[in-house]
């Protein structure tokens, strides 16, 4: 079953709730940077909503994703709660990562979200293992990793996709072609027109979309993911789509022309989704503004929430760590031990 039904009244308007939920998420996530309220680093996900939306909407709830250092989105359309999510930006204990994480590295797998990642291209293998867990365990479960057109370039992706295609494991690999890795435009990136192509040395299906249309990323990955459950292996996506602020915030932006952000933005994944609603009759405009009021008091809440919640204890550093405690560090963390093993 899928987790969103786009195909009724009620899952079309969900996805767009969750479409204004990352937004409102990830323009106050930028705010917050700005202001120095959080810290590490944060890259938005604005503008790239109908990619994350659609593709965890065509997803079981028991299904896997894995994302990328841009995952905000991917979170919360896997399921993820705001609220755990900012307090995890906020280095707080009750950060979905215990406050060790931060924007980077959110992962919650009981929510089938295997983690955010810095380091680029480390999401498809993630997936890989996934799929081939659930091939060995006999489970029905599809294994879907984001990745950027820059990841593409990475060794390790390549050799995520190979294994999943040459094994038939119920992977899909889903590149969101944003058009740029950090500065560099993608047709300085690569030799080919359209990365799907990437799927032919592979041979699994490979298509393009308009990854600004929720509507065609939810048919695209229903499509790759009854393949992928029925047993005859992966498919390659590439969702073409653009994020509408800096690679990070503070990003300068030297290498892109405020044409082409306005042309990109004229086609907002969230606005036109809604005008169509609008046009069928599902929704009227003063709806779409008490969504958008609705997302943006939600993640209100969420900040003030992370802002009063405690910091964890220089202690708690130790903790978490590795799955099965290791005796050193433990003792280490407890004070008995130095750093260098002696006793104190
Ligand atoms: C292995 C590795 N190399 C380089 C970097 C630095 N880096 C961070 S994001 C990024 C660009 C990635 O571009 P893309 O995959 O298109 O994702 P986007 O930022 O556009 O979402 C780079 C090079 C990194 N984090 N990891
Ligand atoms: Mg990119």
Request: aromatic share 6%; hydrophobic share 35%; proline share 5%.
């Amino acid at each position: 079953m899928v987790t969103i039904d786009l195909e009724t009244e009620a899952g079309r308007r969900e996805a767009l709730r969750r479409m204004c939920s990352i937004r409102a998420f990830d323009s106050t996530a930028g705010e917050l940077f700005a202001d120095g309220e959080i810290p590490g680093f944060v890259h938005l996900y604005i503008g790239e909503e109908a990619v994350g939306v659609g593709a965890c909407a065509a997803l079981d709830e028991d299904d896997y994703i894995s994302s990328t250092h841009r995952g905000h989105g991917h979170c919360i359309a896997k399921g993820l709660d705001p609220e755990g999510m900012m307090a995890e930006l906020y280095g707080k204990r009750e950060g979905y990562c215990n406050g060790k994480g931060g924007s980077m590295h959110i992962a919650d797998v009981d929510s089938g979200m295997l983690g955010a990642n810095g380091i680029v291209g480390a999401g498809p293998p993630l997936a890989t293992g996934a799929a081939l867990t659930a091939q060995v365990r006999g489970e029905q479960r599809v294994s879907l990793s984001f990745c950027g057109d820059g990841a593409v370039a990475q060794g390790q992706v390549h050799e995520a996709i190979n294994l999943a295609a040459t094994w038939d494991l119920p992977a899909i690999f889903l590149v969101e072609n944003n058009q740029f890795g950090e500065g560099t435009p993608v047709e300085k990136q690569h030799n080919i027109e359209n990365l799907s192509a990437t799927a032919e040395a592979y041979g699994i299906p490979g298509i393009t979309i308009d990854g600004m249309d929720v509507t065609a990323v939810y048919e695209a990955v229903s499509e790759a993911r009854e393949r992928a459950r029925a047993g005859d292996g992966p498919t390659f996506i590439e969702a073409d789509t653009y994020r509408f602020r800096g690679h990070f915030e503070g990003d300068p932006e030297p290498y892109r022309d405020e044409e082409d952000v306005s042309a990109w933005q004229a086609r907002d994944p969230i606005e036109t989704f809604a005008e169509r609603l609008i046009e069928r009759g599902e929704l009227t405009e003063e709806e779409f503004e008490a969504i958008e009021e609705e997302a943006e008091r939600e993640i209100e809440a969420a900040v003030e929430n992370a802002r009063e919640a405690p910091e964890p204890t220089p202690e708690e550093a130790y903790e978490d760590m590795f799955s099965q405690p290791v005796p050193e560090i433990t003792d280490f963390a407890r004070g008995d031990v130095r750093a260098d093993g002696g006793d104190r």
